[in-house]
């Protein structure tokens, strides 16, 4: 934390003291593949489980899960190593019988999801030079070796996101990692990987360098993605191209496939500036006729530049529009006031459209993202009915712990510590379950490495809120600290 506010500090002094640094606004991927409980892809039909089902966890599933504000289910099975995150404000609902006519009550399994960190499937890009530009979003002219993060870009786990990522090629390395609104450097990464809740995000220890250098060349920064070894495997994800709609397609660099759109490539002098061919084209790009063209720039290498245009709707041919208006631009400026440094550009389009398919329009899905960001340390119970809630708290957790509902007697019973799976069998009766809980109780009695154990918690709630501060989050706790300081 004081080592993030130190660097911000003198970032904000450099600023002051040297106006004339132009300040070029970092690339930042974000990662779209959450484990979030309510992410539909996490559940073996593909729905949610709903309020009668039960909720059932493989004993393997060593994911981290983020949990929804309100939370209802008949029964919850855990695996033996994980993490459920809740909410500030969680309301868990049992049900028992048939309050919700609509839901018959079923089992309903949750599958680890495995997401690659050079499937470019899984990120999502903000930079000033794709456009449109914010908010966060997938586009199609950024080609998939652009999707990944490049070695001076930021790299962003939305707040409220649970999620996990592995690293599928060494070595990577990125500026700056922000996870659920903290900023990580390299000491503080560190820490992180080492932690339990770092073992979940990033399982099997992965080389991940935080370089803390972001580009601040104004002509552009190479993307390490494009060399070749790591383009063969960012594209061993993406094997099987999607048909295309053109019979000219033409090729990308930094894409796996062949695309029906146009792309300029053009060669600079000294002074040359990517912001200010930025300028330019939006210029253009923003014409209402254009709204739906996307557009991505990258520096390619020393020298070169190349923009890529590409038609996202039904009605093709303005990407070709848009892009011979900027080149020509380019090209009076070449021949006139050289304004832009730029020595000669090349162009390559799609011009043989074939059977137009029919697609649709992009609904502009608003991003919530207000709602959940307190994140949470604390288990609130808001339990209707009658309930006591046994927390049993240790200084150090080892490995990861989960929580165990009995469902079958008056209680619910938490148990904060690693639990053993085959013993939580469907059907379990409440008197085989108290023995387990027992049992745990003397083992961490036991351990020294727990320390003197606190004494269990013991809850009796009915109408009350009761708020237990949950020690296993230590990640998710930083930001909600981070945010009230
Ligand atoms: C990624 O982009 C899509 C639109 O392209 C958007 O719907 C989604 O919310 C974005 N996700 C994140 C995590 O930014």
């Known amino acids: 934390m004081a080592t993030n506010l130190l660097i911000q500090m003198l970032i904000f002094i450099v ?21 979030n409980f309510n992410n539909p892809r996490l559940w073996d039909k593909g729905i949610l489980p709903c309020p009668n089902d039960r909720v059932i966890f493989p004993s393997s599933a060593a994911v981290l899960t983020f949990m929804p504000s309100k939370f209802t289910f008949a029964e919850l099975i855990l695996p033996i190593d994980g993490g459920l995150i809740f909410p500030e404000d969680v309301e868990i609902v049992l049900t028992e019988g048939e309050e919700y006519g609509a839901c018959k009550a079923k089992d309903v399994y949750f599958k680890t999801p495995v997401d690659y960190w050079y499937n470019s499937s899984n990120w999502n890009i903000t930079s000033p030079n794709v456009f449109p530009g914010l908010p966060s979003r997938k586009n199609l002219a950024v080609p998939h070796g652009f999707r990944v993060p490049c070695h001076t870009d930021r ?32 000491e503080t990464f560190e820490g992180l ?9 990033f ?23 494009v060399h070749p070894k790591v383009m063969s495997h960012i594209c061993s994800h993406h094997a099987v191209c999607p048909e295309i709609e053109c019979s000219d397609s033409i090729a990308v660099i930094g894409h ?14 000294t002074g040359f500036e990517i912001s200010k061919l930025m300028e330019l084209n939006r210029r253009y790009l ?15 290498r020393e020298g070169l530049i190349q923009t890529v245009f590409i038609d996202s709707e039904i009605e093709k ?40 398919v029919p697609g649709q329009f992009y609904s502009s899905g608003g991003v919530t993202s207000g709602g ?59 008197e085989a379950m108290r023995t387990i809980v027992e049992d745990e109780k003397a083992e961490a009695f036991d351990n020294p490495a727990y320390g003197s154990c606190d004494l269990p918690v013991v809850l009796e709630s009915s109408q009350e809120e009761n708020i237990i501060e949950n020690p296993m989050f230590g990640i998710f706790e930083d930001a909600t600290s981070h945010e009230k300081s």
């Not at 600023?15 to 484990?35: C, M, N, Q, S």
Request: glycine share 8%.
């Open 286 to 300: 923003e014409k209402p006729k254009f709204r739906h063209v996307e557009s991505f720039t990258a520096k390619i």
């Open 203 to 225: 399982p099997n220890n992965p080389e991940l360098q935080l370089t803390g250098a972001e580009c601040t060349d104004p002509t552009g920064c190479y993307c390490g993605n």
């Open 372 to 430: 959940a960001a307190a994140i949470i340390i604390f288990i609130i119970a808001v339990i209707g009915i009658a309930a006591a809630v046994y927390i049993y708290r240790r200084r150090y957790i080892p490995g990861f712990s989960f929580a165990r509902f009995d469902l079958h007697s008056e209680k619910i019973e938490l148990e904060l510590g690693t639990t053993p799976h085959d013993e939580l069998q469907p059907g379990d009766t409440p």
């Open 317 to 356: 041919g303005f990407a070709n529009e848009v892009s011979q208006l900027i080149h020509d631009a380019i090209l009076r400026d070449i021949s006139g006031p050289a304004t832009y440094k730029v020595r000669s550009l090349e162009m390559s389009k799609s011009e043989a459209w074939g059977h137009q």
């Open 15 to 35: 600023t002051i003291l040297f106006p004339g640094i132009r300040r070029v606004e970092a690339d930042i991927k974000t990662w779209t593949a959450d484990t």
């Open 193 to 201: 990987l080492k932690s339990p809740t770092g073992k979940l995000l």
């Open 155 to 186: 790299v962003h786990f939305p707040m409220g996101t649970t999620f996990k990522v592995h690293i599928d090629f060494s070595p990577t390395s990125v500026a700056y990692i922000q996870v659920n609104g903290i900023n990580y450097v390299s």
């Open 256 to 269: 796996c496939c062949k695309i029906c759109g146009v792309i300029l490539l053009l060669n600079y002098n």
